[in-house]
T-cell receptor
Framework: KNQVEQSPQSLIILEGKNCTLQ??????????LRWYKQDTGRGPVSLTI?????NTKSNGRYTATLDADTKQSSLHITASQLSDSASYIC?????????????FGRGTSLIVHP | DGGITQSPKYLFRKEGQNVTLSCEQN?????MYWYRQDPGQGLRLIYY???????QKGDIAEGYSVSREKKESFPLTVTSAQKNPTAFYLC???????????FGQGTRLTVV
């Protein structure tokens, strides 16, 4: 069964500090990996998407890495801001029967304190 | 202004009643999805549709029904057969099933 595990479950940091969120997956065959940011009570918003051949992708202060051999990804947030407080969700998709089937992680809840 | 719109934002239902959640998109996307989100859990797929007049069950379709009569609309009905319907429901759409999904703002359903 495809699985996506995220760690830590929750994280508290001070404004201005960096942090790294982890995502391990067992999805096969791998199609792509996405990181989403979800503010409380809102829909998720895409941050990055990476395919098998990509190992780094940046979006402003967000940098995602992918190691397809070890099936691990990380999301690094640089110089955190209060607005970064949200849940960060890792989503890994496989390609099954002509359709892309995403598996969602449970998310990491990030709180940035002033 | 293109996007995906869910309504209402909050919905209360009495036990035993059916209720329909609305999802409309003007992005000209072929694929649409319904997910359920519970506290501490990842999103779980209820139904998805790759094209008008066609839809497929996801992982937790029991107690739910959908229709896709128009490309722009993918309403979800939560029936009385759904034993634990209180949750946050998210609708999404994408150009195709292999492309990025855009999410609506969600509907929080509470059974009272």
């Amino acid at each position: 069964k495809n699985q996506v595990e995220q760690s830590p479950q929750s994280l508290i940091i001070l404004e201005g500090k960096n942090c790294t969120l982890q995502c391990n997956y067992t999805v096969s065959p791998f199609s792509n990996l996405r990181w989403y940011k979800q503010d409380t009570g809102r829909g998720p918003v895409s941050l990055t998407i990476m395919t098998f051949s990509e190992n780094t992708k940046s979006n402003g202060r967000y940098t995602a890495t992918l190691d397809a051999d070890t099936k691990q990804s990380s999301l690094h947030i640089t110089a955190s801001q209060l607005s970064d407080s949200a849940s960060y969700i890792c989503v890994v998709s496989d390609w099954s029967g002509g359709s892309y089937i995403p598996t969602f992680g449970r998310g990491t809840s990030l709180i940035v304190h002033p | 202004d293109g996007g995906i719109t869910q309504s209402p934002k909050y919905l209360f239902r009495k036990e035993g009643q059916n209720v329909t959640l609305s999802c409309e998109q003007n992005l000209n996307h072929d694929a649409m999805y319904w997910y359920r989100q519970d506290p501490g859990q990842g999103l779980r797929l209820i139904y998805y549709s790759q094209i008008v007049n066609d839809f497929q069950k996801g992982d937790i379709a029991e107690g739910y029904s959908v229709s896709r009569e128009k490309k722009e609309s993918f309403p979800l009905t939560v029936t009385s057969a759904q034993k634990n319907p209180t949750a946050f429901y998210l609708c999404a759409s994408s150009i195709g099933t292999a492309t990025e999904a855009f999410f609506g703002q969600g509907t929080r359903l509470t059974v009272v």
